[in-house]
């Protein structure tokens, strides 16, 4: 019995050794299950967490070219570009900046690269808008020489006098003419490559006078110069707003040599800035086109805030000490609608 109970003593204490072991082993095993998941569930979330908040690693954009548009072949902003990201997260890119596929131009834009937590990689390019225009109707050419003995040349409807494109009332540009390669003045606005440095340099001497001049508007297009026509002519019934806007198809804005400066309005005559103007613009080859007091000559009221860039030679010649000549006494041609 004493055997016995040893043994039945023995196989108890053993049982509970094994029953021991058993817990143990139960609770290893579901540390280790627990640890699994709080190593993976945490895991999961960190990433979350990290796509939120913590994730500040711009994406990457490779591959970034500068494109050229001729209308012949469809324009293509993306398939060339490689992008990619840390996280793996969706990915969001654009292109920013204004362009216009019907105006040849040089275009600078942007693309835009952004990742599901707001990180952004920005890069530039430009776009070259370069068509060639398309089968061009048959347009008037003819020479003829003024009474003040120049000769003007027509050539497909747009009129020349001494290399110097003349638009007014009596000569109109085609509706489709696309002044060439554009380039930007600021922002949006568009004029010919050779008015910029003149016009930043007026901008630049007259700002260490203490003036403030700026371009209001440049390039206008046939259509948005329609526009504006037809809204004045709600506003102002026709015969006034013939007198300070072009119909289109005749407005020097569409030629991208002309410049409207701050206000463009009656209240800019008499400023500091219209007066320095009126004294200097010549020297940075730019006219008042719409001189005062030669509102019956040219069909438009006096403009003090309409630039127009002809060259430093012929603004030297049309300034005359301020009291400005226009380009039609000057040339000897007329400016009326109905010529
Ligand atoms: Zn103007």
Redo the contacts with the bound molecule.
Sequence with gaps: MPNGIFYMKGRSIMNKKRLAILIIGVVLFLILVIGLVLHFVPNSDDKKVGAFVNDTEKPTLNGVQDLTFDGKTDLDFYSHLQMSDNSNEKLDITVTGDYDLTVNGEYNLLYVLKDASGNTEEQEFVLTVDIEKGNPTKKVSYKTVTPKGYTLEVIDGIAYIEGHIIVNKSYSIPKDYNPGKMVYLEKSQMVLPEVVDPFKQLVSDSSQLGLNIYNATCYRSYGFQNTLYTNYIKRDGKEAAETYSARPGYS??HTGL?I?VNSVSNAFAGTPESVWLNDNCHRYGFIIRYPKGKEDITGYQY?P??LRYVGEELAAKLYNNGDWITMEEYFGFTSDYNK
């Design positions: 020097e804005h002309a409207d403009e805030w309409h």
